[in-house]
């Protein structure tokens, strides 16, 4: 049985850095997409970052561009997310997602990584709190 168990969520200041951890099992590690997302209270999920792979491939939403960086161990079957110059807009739950692909060029279908109903595989999420 597939399971996603995410770590390293808490509570920062505005401007502050925090690095989110997915560990996976019950799963080839290597043969899956990863992404994040997130849910702010109140409000849908909404994608925050994807990688292939192999990790050739990232894809990230525009909001965390440039201040968040997913990256993966597939030694260590763990995704993860350095999320630096933290904003109160970052607050939310995050979760990781998996899905079973091929090794491909995110930025060539980005949108369809973008949709959460892609991912067959979620985690239980970790709070992350960025205060002002």
């Known amino acids: 049985q597939v399971q996603l168990v995410e770590s390293g969520g808490g509570l920062v200041q505005t401007g502050g850095s925090l690095r989110l951890s997915c560990a996976a099992s019950?799963?080839?590690?290597?043969?899956?997409?990863m992404g994040w997302f997130r849910q702010p209270p109140g409000l849908a999920r909404v994608f925050v970052a994807a990688?292939?792979?192999?990790?050739?491939?990232?894809l990230y939403a525009d909001s965390v561009k440039g201040r968040f960086t997913i990256s993966r161990d597939n030694s260590k079957n763990t995704v993860y997310l350095q999320m630096n110059n933290l904003r109160p807009e970052d607050t939310a739950d995050y979760y990781c997602?998996?899905?079973?692909?091929?090794?491909?060029?995110?930025?060539?279908?980005?949108?369809?990584?973008?949709?959460?109903?892609?991912?067959?595989?979620w985690g239980q999420g970790t709070q992350v709190t960025v205060s002002s």
């Open positions: 019950g799963l080839t590690f290597s043969l899956y997409t």
């Open positions: 990688i292939s792979r192999s990790g050739g491939s990232t």
């Open positions: 997602a998996a899905d079973r692909d091929d090794d491909r060029d995110l930025q060539y279908e980005s949108s369809r990584y973008q949709a959460p109903n892609r991912y067959d595989n």
